[in-house]
């Protein structure tokens, strides 16, 4: 489990990611499509939610990425108007919501769960939108058609949902979502139900409709690859609260707390104590090695911080990198062009190495060495925040 003592340490988010409310009140500034401004949300006496902030530009694909129970269906229900918030303002193209009644707010929604009316064919179920809002027939027919064009799904209109695959369920899904052009569609999870090779397809698929359509999306999900491979913003939640919110590679490259850097890619923490400063920045682990490190500032002697690698950035075998750690191999797993190793360095402490394949796979219980740069490692202070 993550450590989610971190949450209560981690810093607030100052910039959404996208145009702060200053900067977007400033002369033709476009309005964010959807803005969060300290909301809260309960459950009875429950805090489902908390100061939550977030600007989101229109026409971009944010993620809410975070553990189950961490608040993202929450947040997508009260964009819709499921779910009351307690505290905040949430404002969709500069409007507050709450000014806006349910069956007016022009959102579009896709479940993880298909959620298609069963006995409706496909035409009724993607028309749904469109009769709901009295427009004339010739056009929902027009409209229709273009959605199941766009879902690549032409031609589908007279066939049930039971005559589809899952995936062709949730493009019938995304198309009924989309037809009537929603000012943002919200997508919770919808890939979940799927088959890990209709799931890469849709990603794929979802992300070419939301650019072709230049739609504001906000999706959920618990799984990061999904987060990095699709979003242009990434909002890691923990336990109700942000934790970061940046780019892909933002998130994954410089994570701001310790929960960011396990959450997205189970990445190595060594705690250890700053033991040189001016030039090279040196840290003595706790397992006893002593590492070189590049600092963003310096940092006194004596103080304790967290050293933060990837998997990926550690060599194995042929070890490169300034930094060598030598340790016993604890399992090897196979992937075909690399290699997961779980290596005792000494001291109680273990690292995962992800590392090409150079000749053979190292065995379990070989004695082996582990290399990274010092520009390759992020660094914690002793509250698993990142030092900048
Ligand atoms: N209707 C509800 N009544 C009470 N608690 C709820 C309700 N819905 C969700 N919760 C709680 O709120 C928290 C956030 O839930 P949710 O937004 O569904 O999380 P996520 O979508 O990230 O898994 C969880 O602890 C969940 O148990
Ligand atoms: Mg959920």
């Known amino acids: 489990m993550p450590d989610s003592r971190v949450s209560s340490s981690a810093p607030r988010p100052v910039s959404a990611g996208a145009p702060s409310p200053t900067a977007v009140s400033g ?33 971009s694909f944010v993620t809410l990425l975070g553990p189950s129970g961490c608040g993202k269906t929450t947040i997508l229900r009260s964009i819709a108007g499921l779910v009351d918030i307690s505290g905040g303002q949430i404002m969709i193209d500069g409007r507050r919501v709450d000014d806006v009644p349910i069956y007016k707010r022009n959102i579009g929604l896709v479940f993880q769960s298909y959620a298609l009316f069963p006995h409706k064919t496909v035409f009724d179920n993607v028309a749904f939108g469109l009769k709901y809002r009295n427009v004339p027939k010739p056009e929902i027919a027009r409209k229709v058609g273009q959605a199941l064009d766009m879902v690549r799904l032409p031609g589908s209109e007279k066939k049930l949902p039971s005559q589809l695959s899952g995936g062709q369920q949730q493009r019938i899904a995304l198309a009924r979502a989309i037809v009537f052009e929603p000012q943002v569609l919200l997508l919770d999870e919808p890939l979940s139900a799927l088959d890990a090779n209709m799931r890469e397809e849709m990603r794929v698929e979802i992300k070419k409709i939301q650019k072709a359509t230049g739609i504001t999306a906000i999706f959920v999900t618990h799984d990061q690859e999904e987060a990095l491979s699709m979003s242009d913003r990434i909002v890691v939640m923990n336990a109700g609260s942000v934790e970061q919110i940046g780019t892909p590679e933002e998130v994954y490259e410089r994570p701001a707390t310790a ?39 310096p940092l006194a002697q004596g103080s304790k911080v967290i050293v933060v690698v990837r998997p990926q950035k550690l060599s194995v075998g042929a070890v490169a990198g300034a930094n060598r750690l030598s340790g016993r191999v604890v399992s090897a797993s196979y992937l075909g062009g690399s290699a997961i190793y779980e290596i005792d360095i000494g001291g109680g402490t273990n690292i995962r190495a992800n590392a090409p394949i150079n000749g053979r796979v190292v065995r379990e219980g070989e004695a082996i060495e582990v290399g990274f740069d010092p520009g390759g490692c992020v660094l914690l202070d002793e509250s698993g925040r990142r030092i900048s």
Do not use: H
Request: glycine share 12%; net charge positive.
């Open 27 to 59: 002369m033709g500034a476009e309005k964010p499509a959807v803005e969060f401004r300290d909301i809260d949300i309960a459950y009875g006496k429950f805090v489902a939610v908390r100061d939550f902030s977030l600007s989101i530009r229109k026409g």
């Open 259 to 297: 929960f960011v850097a396990d959450f997205l890619g189970k990445a190595n923490m060594l705690a250890g104590m700053v033991s040189k400063t001016g030039g090279q920045t040196a840290v003595t682990l706790a397992a006893g090695q002593t590492v070189n490190v590049t600092s963003p500032r």
